[in-house]
Every structure is written in C-alpha cells, then in structure tokens.
C-alpha cells in the first residue's frame, strides 16, 4: 500500500564509491522528483522529471545522474561519492507539475559517507 | 523569485498549549503554499495546503493555517499541543517557474512538547 518507496533506507558507503537509490511510486503519477536533506535538515530540489522527460536539474555536480525507465520510477545514481553527499534523499511524486496537487513523499534514504 | 521564511528554528511549548509556527512568504505572484510534518526518521506528510480558495484552511491532527495577503504570511497552528505533535514542520511554496512545480521550504521549525 506504499504510496511512495525508496530502497535502500540506510546507505553506509566509502568515499569513492558509486551506489544508487531507487525510488517507485504507485499513485499513477506523472510527475517525480528527487529532493536532499542536508545535515540542517534544509530541503532543496534535486531534480524532477515528467513523463520520463527531466524538467529540473538544478545546480548538482554532474556525478548525480537521475534515470527515469517509466513514470513510475525515477533512480539516483552517484559516482565518485564523497563526504559532502551524506544526507537523506527524498523522493515525491505529484499528478503533474503544473497543478496543485498534493506531493507525496518516500521516508528518506539516509546515505553516509565515510 | 518564490521563498519562503520560518521564523524561529526551535519552538517549544508545554502539552495543552497553543502552538504558533511561523511562515512568511515572498512571492510576485499568487503563491500555493504548504505545510508538512517530518516525524523523526520519517518522510514528509502534508499537513495542508493553500491554493487560493479558502484563506483559513484545515489539514490533519487538528492544524489550521491563514492566509494573509496583506502580512505575507501563513502561520500554522493548533489550539492545544500533544505529545505527539513534536516533530519538524516545513512551510513551502510551489514554484511557479513554467513546468516546474517542485516545492520551495523553508528551513523547518522544530517543535518540542514538553509534559
């Protein structure tokens, strides 16, 4: 019944390393974006794609690739981790990107760094 | 260029009392604003949100906030602090910028409720 899921919740990793996240939502949405939580739990948009097409990307190193397979999916992969990409990433989904329907959000993907 | 700002990054009030959390925002043109709840270690939940009908708006867990055009602001409230409300609570505003659609917060108010 998960309206939002994101696997892994928890992601201990070294530096250097590349690891994804993924990210499925079942609401029939058109809309996904990717979201970070800083270690001040300030919230900034990552990325959102609609229909499988990238709408945003904001000012993120190019190591942050986003890939969208279908609209049900969108996947954060990260190259040459470093210890600045400790945070928690959220993922959310709306019907679409233009209306004001609710976003719904994944519990989080706690990533560290070491 | 859409923002928002949350006054005071640490509200703490006693259970039973009234919970005040502020938000002001600043927009060039009508905004659609937010208010969620992260409980700790989870994901966001929508409280409630303003899309320019009513200026009071009722969400969950007894919250409501006001629109205010002329004080640019939307403070969230509850007349009587649970145990259960401690948590962090974003405002938001979504952005206008063409197709876009992605939320703008605030930095978040921590909430305690103390016995």
């Known amino acids: 019944d998960t309206a939002v899921s994101q696997t892994p919740k928890y992601l201990v990793t070294q530096m250097g390393n590349d690891k994804s996240i993924k990210c499925e939502q079942n609401?029939?949405?058109?809309?996904m974006y990717w979201y970070k939580q800083d270690s001040k739990k300030f919230l900034k948009i990552m990325f959102s794609?609609?229909?499988?097409?990238?709408?945003i990307n904001e000012t993120v190193p190019n190591r942050f690739s986003p890939k969208s397979p279908d609209k049900a999916h969108l996947n954060l992969h990260i190259n040459s981790l470093e210890l600045g990409d400790s945070a928690v990433y959220f993922c959310?989904?709306?019907?679409?990107?233009?209306?004001?329907?609710?976003?719904?959000f994944g519990p989080g993907t706690r990533l560290l760094v070491l | 260029a859409q923002s928002v700002t949350q006054l005071g990054s640490h509200v703490s009030v006693s259970e039973g009392a009234l919970v005040l959390l502020r938000c002001n925002y600043s927009?060039?043109?009508?905004?659609?604003l937010f208010w969620y709840v992260q409980y700790p270690n989870q994901g966001l939940q929508l409280l409630l949100k303003?899309?320019?009908?009513?200026?009071l708006v009722k969400g969950i867990n007894g919250f409501e906030a006001e629109f205010k055009k002329s004080e640019t602001s939307f403070h969230l409230t509850t007349p009587s602090a649970h145990m259960s409300d401690a948590a962090e609570y974003f405002c938001?505003?979504?952005?206008?910028?063409?197709?876009?659609?992605?939320?703008?917060f605030g930095k978040g108010t921590k909430l305690s409720v103390k016995p």
């Open positions: 959310a989904s709306s019907q679409d990107p233009t209306s004001v329907k609710t976003q719904y």
């Open positions: 609401l029939g949405h058109d809309t």
């Open positions: 794609y609609n229909n499988k097409e990238l709408i």
């Open positions: 927009s060039s043109v009508p905004p659609y």
């Open positions: 303003y899309t320019s009908a009513a200026t």
């Open positions: 938001a505003v979504r952005n206008y910028g063409g197709s876009q659609g992605n939320l703008i």
